[in-house]
C-alpha cells in the first residue's frame, strides 16, 4: 500500500449550510505538476486553469499524486502493460480521496464529483464502475460516504469500458472528446455512448469536431509528440 500526497484547495467565504461542495480531479499521464524548471512543483497550466474556475463557483478541490509518491515521473511513453501505475491500480486513489475528503468538517459528503483527463479520465471510468469488486466492497463498508455524485472524463480511453460487457455506471458521467483525438480515439468513447443510450444509463458522449487530445489545454497549441508508443498511430 502506498499513500499518496494529494494537493487541495477550498473556496474562501462562509461554508454553506450542508457543507460545499468538492471535486477530485486525477491527473492524466504526465503527472500533476509541470515539466518547465521554472514551474517546478507547481500545477500544469490545465490543472491550475480548472482548479481556479472550479474554486470560483465554490468547489472545494482535491488533486490526489498518483505518480511522485510512487517515485513515477511520468507514463506517457510507456506501452500499455509495461505502465508502472494502472488506470484501474489508481481505482483505490480515487476511492480513498473521497473517503478522506467526506469526513472532513465543511464538506457536503453526498455532493462530491470527480473529474478526470486522459489517464486520469480512463480511471474515473473505472472508479464508477458499478459491478467493480473493488467499487462495491468500497460502497458495502460500514460509514462509506456516498459513491462520488457524478463524474466527468476528458478524452479517457474508452476501450476497456466498451470491451466488458459488464461495466455499469453507478452515476451519471459526461465523456468529453474530440473528433481528432489519435491518443485516445473518440470512436470507442461514440460506443459507450450509443450502449449507454440503448440501456438507459446516465452516461453521455460528447465528441468535439476536429479536436485533438487535451483540447482543454490554455495555451490552445497542439503539438506532435513522437515518443508516445500508443494511441491509433504510435509515434505519429
Not at 135 to 145: E, H, I, N, S
Not at 146 to 172: H, K
Not at 222 to 230: A, E, F, K, S
Request: glycine share 14%; proline share 8%; net charge positive.
Amino acid at each position: 500500500t502506498v499513500g499518496i500526497e494529494v494537493r487541495l484547495w477550498g473556496a474562501a467565504g462562509m461554508v454553506p449550510d450542508g457543507g460545499r461542495p468538492a471535486v477530485v480531479a486525477l491527473h492524466g499521464c504526465g503527472g500533476l505538476f509541470s515539466t518547465a524548471r521554472a514551474r517546478a512543483g507547481e500545477l500544469t497550466e490545465r490543472h491550475r486553469a480548472h482548479a481556479e474556475a472550479m474554486l470560483a463557483a465554490g468547489f472545494v478541490v482535491m488533486f490526489p499524486d498518483s505518480l511522485g509518491p510512487r517515485g513515477v515521473r511520468e507514463i506517457c511513453t510507456a506501452k500499455f502493460g509495461e505502465q508502472a501505475v494502472t488506470a484501474t491500480g489508481r481505482r483505490g486513489d480515487a476511492l480513498a480521496a473521497l473517503q478522506w475528503l467526506a469526513a472532513q468538517p465543511g464538506i457536503a459528503r453526498d455532493r462530491i464529483a470527480l473529474l478526470g483527463w486522459s489517464h486520469g479520465g480512463t480511471t474515473a471510468l473505472a472508479t464508477i464502475n458499478a459491478n467493480d469488486a473493488m467499487v462495491r466492497a468500497f460502497r458495502d463498508q460500514p460509514g462509506a460516504p456516498p459513491l462520488f455524485r457524478a463524474a466527468v472524463a476528458f478524452y479517457p480511453g474508452c476501450s476497456v469500458a466498451v470491451r466488458d460487457e459488464g461495466w455499469r455506471p453507478a452515476l451519471p458521467v459526461r465523456v468529453l472528446i474530440g473528433g481528432a483525438d489519435d491518443w485516445t480515439p473518440p470512436a470507442p468513447c461514440e460506443a459507450l455512448g450509443r450502449r449507454a443510450g440503448q440501456r438507459g444509463w446516465p452516461l453521455e458522449t460528447v465528441v468535439y469536431p476536429g479536436a485533438f487530445h487535451g483540447f482543454d489545454a490554455p495555451s490552445g497549441r497542439v503539438r506532435l509528440r513522437t515518443d508516445v508508443p500508443n494511441g491509433a498511430v504510435p509515434g505519429k
